[in-house]
């Protein structure tokens, strides 16, 4: 188990390195795909398959848009040599990695071993779900009954994010 | 933009209400299987993209102005919050409660409020997913007039 | 400890590409692929050895399931998610009809 999921990973850090030094925009994009759709094997090996589904439709509509938005302009990136500016962020870049690297690993001790955890604020939630709630499926009726304001905040967002689209690219309405 | 070949157009022609069937089914059975709201509302709107990539916006006669999607989205969302809003008044009176009976574990029927607050956030997002992909892909730029 | 430790290196991989990267698809890919980091960080951190899927059958009750806390923070998360790549999508298009370039350095040099 932690072996695939390992490798999966694996493979999901060699196509982000890929997605940032690609020289065309469209492979770029196609290799965030690559990411996208290796969470969505990773979700269905740790037992979560309303993940799954959720991550492989809200992957493909985001894929879309993006390649929608290169086709429409140029797709090389022109500008390869390196300046002093360049090398600055690079600089600055590899400390902060090493650095928040460094407060990882020590921040991880205290965490128990992978798939020991101990299950103290879900208990409440999983005894008493199907007298409570009476849903069959415990995430929706974590989602829905027990913690109803985050989805009616995520509605709000979703709202909010169409007008901000509509807002900014002038979308005027009918005469 | 135009359309696709006449492969594709045939194929979208078949597939496009089996999806629209699919998304309709993991909405009204978010409480017993894997899915919900959320994942049904874009499988619904999936569907709709692909007729709309398939086809073209000159034939779907996609003119630039702002279609009836966000109508339907507003509405969803007013009568989920008017849903929430009724627990004021049955049971115990506190807001968001799930006061319509529990019935049994297992049917389609059962689990109080769920099943409706699934179909109209069901409803809501896939009238989003759709007004974004329409502002971004089809018309892109502002009116110019 | 492995997962935790490569799930952060994708964290930080993303980080890389939103320092030092000057075209702004670029810019918005990193971003998406940190945020994919952290769904993948709460999946790990809610997964019980020997457990199920949440999801209850009613014939055999079974006795240890898959927190499903975590899981319902990461499925609003990946909604949210999406909205924030739609919105600055539609900025990355404002940008390229109004200067003519992805690069952020020659949009930072013309002034109105």
């Known amino acids: 188990m932690e072996i695939t999921l390992s490798i999966i990973t694996g493979l999901m850090i060699l196509g982000a390195l890929y997605a940032i030094h690609a020289k065309d925009l469209l492979s770029a994009v196609i290799a965030c795909g690559i990411v996208g759709y290796g969470l969505v094997i990773c979700f269905l090996l740790l037992k979560a398959p309303d993940l799954a589904i959720v991550q492989i439709v809200v992957e493909t509509i985001s894929l879309i848009i993006m390649v929608a938005v290169v086709l429409d302009s140029s797709r090389q990136e022109l500008f390869s040599k390196p300046d002093i500016q360049g090398y600055v962020s690079s600089i600055t870049a590899i400390l902060l990695i090493v650095v928040l690297f460094y407060f990882f690993k020590i921040s991880i001790e205290t965490l128990d071993a992978f798939g020991q955890g101990t299950l103290r604020m879900a208990t409440h939630y999983i005894e008493g779900a199907t007298d409570k709630t009476g849903s069959a499926n415990l995430v929706t009726g974590v989602i829905f009954d027990f913690r109803g304001y985050d989805t009616l905040g995520e509605a709000t967002v979703l709202i909010t994010a169409v007008l901000g689209v509509l807002t900014i690219l002038r979308i005027k309405g009918k005469k | ?145 | 400890m492995i997962p935790y430790l490569l799930c952060f290196i994708l964290f930080l991989t993303g980080l890389y590409g939103v320092i030092t990267r000057r075209n702004l698809v670029k810019i918005a890919i990193s971003l998406s692929i940190m945020e994919f980091s952290i769904f993948l960080l709460f999946a790990l951190i809610g997964y019980v050895e020997g457990g199920v899927a949440p999801i209850v059958d009613p014939a055999d009750p079974v006795k240890t399931y898959v927190d499903p806390l975590p899981q319902a923070m990461v499925l609003t998360a990946i909604v949210i998610g999406l909205a924030t790549t739609a919105m600055l999508m539609a900025v990355i298009i404002r940008i390229y009809r109004k200067y003519g370039t992805f690069d952020i350095r020659e949009i930072k040099n013309l002034r109105g």
């Open chain 2, 1 to 145: 933009m135009k359309g696709m070949t006449l492969i594709v157009k045939k194929t979208t022609q078949l597939l496009a209400g089996l999806i629209f069937l699919y998304g309709i089914y993991v909405v009204i059975h978010g409480h017993l299987t894997p899915g919900g709201g959320f994942a049904g509302g874009v499988l619904i709107a999936g569907s709709f993209i692909l007729l709309i990539l398939a086809n073209g916006s000159d034939f779907m006669k996609l003119t630039k102005e702002e279609t009836g999607s966000t109508l339907y989205e507003n509405l969803a969302i007013l009568v989920a919050v008017f849903l929430a809003l009724s627990g004021l008044l049955f049971g115990a009176k506190t807001f968001f409660l799930n006061w319509l009976p529990k019935g049994t574990l297992g049917e389609i029927v059962s689990a109080g409020m769920i099943p409706l607050y699934n179909i109209f956030i069901g409803i809501e997002v896939a009238a989003s997913i759709l007004s974004i992909f329409l502002a971004l892909v089809i018309f892109k730029e502002e009116t110019s007039e």
